[in-house]
């Protein structure tokens, strides 16, 4: 069940030993699915958003929603059901870390349509990360993508 008390949806993962989408070395249960289920929290601006690429990619919209700062995310995320995220590549981080109050996260989302890049800002409230959105508004999609560009 979610937070809002509704049953989650989730694309079959491959179960418990199933590789992380996020590209580490841990299996989904053991990296991200342990955030996905309220269990820890991310200790650092890319560990949020690996999770919420993980969450992109298993189809946990409640994660990215409950993820997304308050000031800045929309009222519902709403993910389409076939999309088939395939490849995340972080390509730098500025702040963010164990110490840091904010962040930024530069990726290469990979998905059936094309790549999502951006370069993304996160910050701490309250102990827990937050993304905030596009850091100085540069998100961008890959030219050969029909698809609308979506946060991540």
Known sequence: MTRSGRPRVRRDTG???????????ASYDDCCGRLHRG????????????????????GDADYLHATWDPRTRLARVELDPHDRWSLLEVLGATGGGLFDSTGTVQFRAHHGSGVVAEDSAFRRE????????????????DP??????RRS
Not at 43 to 52: N, P
């Open 144 to 149: 050969s993508t029909t698809r609308r560009r």
């Open 126 to 141: 309250g102990g827990r990360w937050l993304y905030v959105g596009p850091a100085g508004d540069r998100a961008v999609s």
């Open 39 to 58: 269990e820890a929290t991310a200790a650092t601006a890319e560990l949020l958003m690996r999770s919420r690429y993980s969450a992109f990619a298993v």
């Open 15 to 25: 179960g418990v030993s199933a590789p992380c989408p996020c590209g580490l070395p």
